[in-house]
């Protein structure tokens, strides 16, 4: 036990020790994790705003507004020229931004620049320092300016409440600005916050209409473009707030001019009638602050953009591509067209919200409320004796949930991209190969999780079993002409198991066991047709190919759907018995047949198959030229791992563990496979790895965990297509399943290299990206927090499981009914409860019964 208590304390000064040793070699000064930004590190911070499904923008480092995304698609570089200002009269020079000056990343290179970067507000003058500190979902930066006898701190943020969807859903954020007097004389100051009309977009009809204390961008629809439509409002809780609806009418750059010149004069220009074609408005907030005083402004924000341009998969081929346990599946689209009034997809917020001013009214009005059950999370949250880098790492990635990777359809449901492009979403439809490692959405909002289940089962599933991994959007019923994903799907099932236990639902569990068998079997049939217990015909996988004979990777995905299917089907009342029998086969072929002594390898095979030709099999972007009929001849299907040491080799192991189920592998055999990827695959330095795929996740002197490594030869000429690449959602479960295995200092070294390389200072610390920004695969980092303190909540029997590889700890617990803090203390187990329910009628701690 003082082992596991030491553990912390080491971790703090090794991490220190991390952060120093790879600055060090860069001959940089260090960060410590989850401390305040500044300086260099302020450089990329891009902090979402927004709602679980709503959209969003960003808070930047220097205080700036960037990634204007909410028109239902990520819209990266768009960053209008909207800001803040402060104007102390009588003061010579007394009028500038609130930001600090401008990153240098801003000034060469990015859009627009070579030309300029005309229509920014850039070039006028602002704070000359910023400390910008994280605290998810709230932002606070300090801003820092010797010459200006008044000190600002920003406070940007938007609701997160877990188990409470619908208000973290709103589409809707704030900035507060906290001024305070640091001179010995009284002040007479203006605050203003100024914009131009963004919501400009195609042929409709835009203007700037008046609003209580502030103004709404509009900009019409048309009858070839409705999803056009939206409107933006930004207003203030003062009453003095004076509206100015128009900035001045002109060419080049007159409208910026004049607005900059009403700043730094003190004028407050009124016009409150409705402009259209207007270019910008303003909002002026006079106010008084006595020496030492300190005054805060509330500035809200609301956006209401109720249609969209999506439509997306192909539709059913026949009756066989429907589902055979939901006979209402077929209806889904007229179901939706009759509630939404459209066949594209329609937000959530556009059904409970059927006006921008319900909006704003509703925002207003619980503004307080939904900041007091917000900060109670981030209270709870932050209350933890974790490593540091293990809460950064978390937290950052929470951030994917105000993103446009998520959305929320009209009635309700979850439906996501993998990630986001620059003006698109990255790779549609809850993909189920990558959201299996995405931990934060069942604990956080269970809820929202389980309809992802029920999708997949209930309508992507047709009557086969067969799964399409990308769901239609609208969430309707979809062709099945491609592959399963073999670990998609063998996924679904683990984590139905976990959405079970999550809920305490039976009539949920009884509900879905049906097609859940179905898809198991159709698992069976189509990969195993042998009955030996492993995956062996041609499997497609989250790496975008097939692999070909049995794998570790998979076949640990096998092995752990058996077992839930097992738990299921007897709580259920169902015969397993033929499903224990391919458990233990499948258990008995992955320790001894994909062995190699230290740690899980494949077994490449092809010609022995039911589907025996690589070279006419249906593939995703697999062809065979000349060439690759060559390689093979030699060494088999393109893109397979073999003799690999891969990350993910084990990762069905995992995913049984975060599932709530036990490790049915050899636990001795797992932990070396974990412990030879971080042996072989964990890189302090990339400069002498060569990476002809996509570098730029991690590159030169940046460490990482790479996907793939042959430590005993044999690395193929054409392994898998993303072998040799480094994704944090890879490193965070790799991570996390060490720190499971107790192999805490492992895990942690891993975590830290990841996090040095989103230290903000070349990359955003609050955007991991893989295949697009805020990367759904990155939430695998909410499974550390049990990998650590073996802390689960079961609702069916009301247990709450503790099992600490850290010794004494204090940390985060969400459950489907409320969330708060658990620990223990001199061993003794305690739970305290911030928010809801958390209803334990058994306490286990390390298996062993104890009172809380």
């Not at 927004?50 to 930047?60: E, H, P």
């Not at 009269?89 to 990343?105: A, I, M, P, Q, R």
């Not at 070909?548 to 995905?557: A, E, K, L, R, V």
């Amino acid at each position: 036990m003082k082992l596991k208590v030491n553990l912390l304390t080491a971790a703090a000064g090794i991490l220190l020790c991390a952060c120093t040793a790879v600055n060090e070699r860069r001959n940089e000064p260090s960060r410590a994790f989850n401390a305040p930004y500044e300086g260099e590190y302020l450089n990329r911070i891009a902090f979402p705003i927004g709602g679980l499904g709503s959209g969003m923008f960003c808070l930047d480092g220097d205080g700036s507004i960037s990634n204007m995304s909410i028109r239902h698609e990520p819209d990266v570089f768009n960053a209008p020229c909207m800001f803040a200002a402060i104007h102390i009269k009588g003061l010579e020079n007394g009028s500038k931004v609130l930001e600090k000056t401008v990153l240098d990343w801003k000034k060469f290179g990015a859009p627009n620049t070579a030309l300029g970067s005309g229509g920014t507000s850039w070039g006028l003058p602002r704070y000359e320092e910023a400390v910008f500190e994280a605290q998810f979902p709230f932002a606070d930066i300090q801003l820092k300016d010797k010459t200006m006898p008044v000190s600002v701190r920003l406070k940007g943020w938007s609701p997160f409440i877990p188990t409470d969807e619908d208000n973290s859903g709103l589409p809707a954020g704030a900035l507060e600005y906290t001024f305070t007097n640091t001179g010995n004389a009284d002040l007479e100051l203006i605050f203003s916050y100024n914009s131009v009309n963004f919501m400009k977009a195609g042929k409709g009809e835009s203007s700037i209409a008046p609003m209580a204390n502030g103004f709404v961008l509009t900009q019409k629809g048309t009858d070839e473009e409705p999803f056009r439509a939206g409107e933006f409002a930004i207003y203030t809780d003062q009453p003095q707030t004076v509206i100015n609806n128009s900035w001045f009418r002109g060419g080049w750059f007159d409208p910026l001019t004049i607005c900059w010149n009403n700043i730094k004069d003190g004028k407050m220009p009124e016009n409150k009638s409705v402009e259209t074609g207007a270019s910008g408005a303003s909002l002026y907030v006079p106010f008084k602050l006595k020496a030492n005083e300190t005054k805060t402004i509330r500035l809200m924000m609301a956006w209401y953009v109720p249609y969209s341009h999506h439509r997306i998969g192909g539709e059913p081929y026949s009756e066989r591509d429907l589902p055979t346990f939901n006979p209402d599946a077929a209806k889904s689209d007229a179901v939706y067209f009759a509630a939404a009034g459209s066949h594209n997809y329609r937000p959530w917020y556009s059904n409970k919200f059927k006006s921008l001013s319900e909006v704003t009214d509703y925002w207003s009005k619980n503004y307080d409320e939904l900041k007091s059950k917000t900060q109670t999370f981030t209270d709870a949250f932050y209350n933890s004796s974790l490593p540091p880098e293990v809460i950064e790492a978390i937290a950052a990635n929470l951030t994917i949930l105000k993103s446009p990777t998520v959305f929320r359809q009209y009635d309700g449901r979850m439906w996501n991209w993998e990630g986001c492009g620059d003006t698109w979403g990255s790779c549609h439809g809850s993909c189920t190969h990558v959201w299996n490692y995405a931990q934060a959405v069942p604990h956080l909002f269970p809820n929202m999780e389980r309809t992802l289940r029920e999708t997949e089962f209930l309508i992507s599933q047709d009557s086969r079993g067969h799964q399409t991994f990308r769901t239609n959007l609208p969430i309707r019923p979809v062709e099945h002409g491609y592959h399963a994903a073999s670990d998609g799907q063998l996924g679904g099932i683990m984590k139905a198991y976990r959405e079970w236990r999550i809920s305490g639902d039976n009539e949920w569990l009884k509900k879905m066991y049906p097609a859940i068998k179905q898809s198991l079997d159709y698992c069976s049939s189509t990969w195993d047709p042998k009955g030996l217990g492993a995956l062996e015909e041609p499997h497609h996988n989250t790496y975008d190919i097939e692999f070909w004979g049995p794998d570790g990777m998979c076949t640990s995905f096998y092995t752990g759907a058996l077992q839930a299917i097992v738990l299921m089907g007897k709580d259920v009342g169902d015969d397993v018995s033929r499903y224990e029998t391919l458990l233990a086969k499948s258990k008995e072929y992955i320790e001894t047949k994909l062995w190699n002594g230290e740690y899980f390898i494949q077994d490449i095979r092809w010609k022995d198959l039911e589907t025996s030709d690589p070279t006419t099999a249906q593939s995703f972007q697999t062809q065979y030229s000349p060439e690759a009929r060559a390689i093979l001849e030699v060494e088999g299907p393109k893109y397979q791992y073999g003799t690999g040491c891969l990350s993910d080799g084990i990762l069905g192991s995992w995913i049984s563990l975060v599932c709530g189920m036990p490790e049915v592998i050899d636990k001795d055999k797992v932990t070396s496979h974990l412990k030879a990827v971080h042996k072989y695959n964990l890189k302090d330095d990339l400069s002498a790895h060569a990476n002809p795929q996509r570098p730029t996740f991690a590159m030169g002197d940046d460490g990482g965990l790479l996907l793939c490594s042959w430590p005993q030869g044999g690395k193929l000429q054409l392994p898998f297509v993303y072998s040799d690449e480094v994704w944090t959602g890879i490193e965070y479960q790799v991570a996390s399943h060490l720190m499971f295995e107790g192999e805490v200092e492992k895990g942690l070294d891993i975590v830290r290299a990841c996090r040095l390389r989103y230290d903000g200072r070349i990359r955003n610390p609050f955007n991991e990206y893989e295949c697009g920004a805020w990367y759904a695969r990155a939430m695998a980092s909410f499974g550390m927090l049990e990998g650590l303190t073996g802390v689960r909540y079961d609702a069916v029997d009301g247990t709450l499981n503790i099992d600490s590889r850290v010794g004494d700890f204090t940390s985060f617990i969400s459950t489907n009914t409320g969330f708060g803090n658990v620990g223990l203390k001199n061993g003794k187990a305690f739970l305290e409860v911030k928010y809801g329910a958390i209803p334990v009628k058994k306490c286990l701690v390390s298996n062993v019964e104890q009172a809380l």
